[in-house]
């Protein structure tokens, strides 16, 4: 069974920096691409990252401020996010069963952590 566990949210000033971790069960970790996306409220679910052994991409609004990484041994992702803006405000999921940014590819989701930056 897939299973793929967020942690790491939380709330955070403007400016601030957090980091996001995806623990992944079930499937050949090293073998595949996650993603990392989020969704405030009333939005759409939007892609943030997308990590694959060396290749990362990001979304423009977050390149720059949001780093991908891995680390295959503890099967595990995660997103260093710095310089956090209001607008970063949103539930963060990561997936796997696609590649790219875009949600529709992914088939297996996390149930997501809360992020939220306010003063």
């Known amino acids: 069974e897939v299973q793929l566990v967020e942690s790491g949210g939380g709330l955070v000033q403007p400016g601030g920096s957090l980091r996001l971790s995806c623990v992944a069960s079930?499937?050949?970790?090293?073998?595949?691409?996650i993603g990392w996306f989020r969704q405030a409220p009333g939005k759409e679910r939007e892609g943030v990252s997308c990590i694959l052994n060396t290749r990362i991409d990001y979304a423009e609004s977050v390149k720059g401020r949001f780093t991908a990484s891995r680390d295959n041994a503890k099967n595990t992702v995660y997103l260093q996010m710095n310089n956090l803006k209001p607008e970063d405000t949103a539930v963060y999921y990561c997936?796997?069963?696609?590649?790219?940014?875009?949600?529709?590819?992914?088939?297996?989701w996390g149930q997501g952590t809360q992020v939220t930056v306010s003063s």
């Open positions: 997936a796997v069963g696609g590649y790219g940014l875009l949600p529709y590819e992914y088939t297996y």
């Open positions: 079930g499937f050949p970790f090293e073998d595949y691409a």
